[in-house]
């Protein structure tokens, strides 16, 4: 591996661990199932920005490489569309008491709806457009190989950071009371509601200076 190679692979990882670490929606949501249901429904979760990126920035990068555009319009629709299902989302975490945990009617997560969450979450597109875009395309002015080692190391990276997060919150939360777990889920649920608020109020601003 040459120097520039190793360049990226390093700025993969780094930039991996610090969006794995990173609040937001998708560690909200991570944090939830895992408290809430367990290791195994928090794993899940982590395995998300995967699954929505992949298209992302298959669209994205040839668009860096090639174009310049105005993204204010459609980045604002997708943070009011974000903002929906947060707002859903944090509704469901409230309902959540003590007597239908204990029963066993708190319903998990659709993996479909934490892709949703994430898929319509604007800083996704904004990161990828400022940051690892730009990051993605130069390491393509090297060679394919130099930009699928950054790529694949950002993601292992990530990855990994919210697996571990998944299984420690999992590994306490027999330790906690009931109370603390209600009261714990109730405050992500005004994070969730946070996060759509600030969603709305970005894909108004778009749309507005968009127009």
Not at 55 to 83: K, N, R
Not at 202 to 211: A, E, F, S, T, W
Request: proline share 3%; hydrophobic share 55%.
């Amino acid at each position: 591996m040459d120097a520039e190679s190793f360049s990226y692979f390093w700025k993969g990882i780094l930039l991996g661990i610090h969006a794995g670490i990173s609040p937001g929606p998708v560690t909200t949501l991570l944090i939830t199932e895992s408290l809430l249901h367990g290791q195994r429904a928090g794993m899940r979760i982590a395995f998300v920005p995967v699954l929505t990126d992949i298209p992302v920035i298959g669209v994205i990068i040839p668009l860096l490489y090639y174009l310049t555009f105005d993204t204010s319009a459609v980045i604002g629709v997708i943070s009011m569309v974000g903002a929906l299902i947060l707002g859903r989302l944090s509704y469901e975490s409230f309902s959540v008491t003590e007597s239908r945990y204990e029963r066993g009617e708190v319903a998990r997560i659709s993996l479909l709806k934490a892709v949703g969450v994430n898929f319509f979450n604007p800083n996704l597109y904004l990161y990828w457009i400022t940051i690892c875009g730009p990051l993605a395309v130069s390491a393509f002015s090297h060679s394919w190989a130099v930009m699928f080692l950054f790529l694949i190391t950002f993601y292992i990276s990530l990855t990994l950071i919210k697996l571990l997060l998944s299984l420690t919150v999992g590994s306490v939360r027999h330790t906690l009371n009931l109370k603390v777990i209600i009261g714990i889920n109730r405050f992500l649920g005004a994070a969730m509601l946070l996060f759509a608020i600030l969603f709305f109020y970005q894909g108004l601003l778009k749309l507005v200076d968009g127009g």
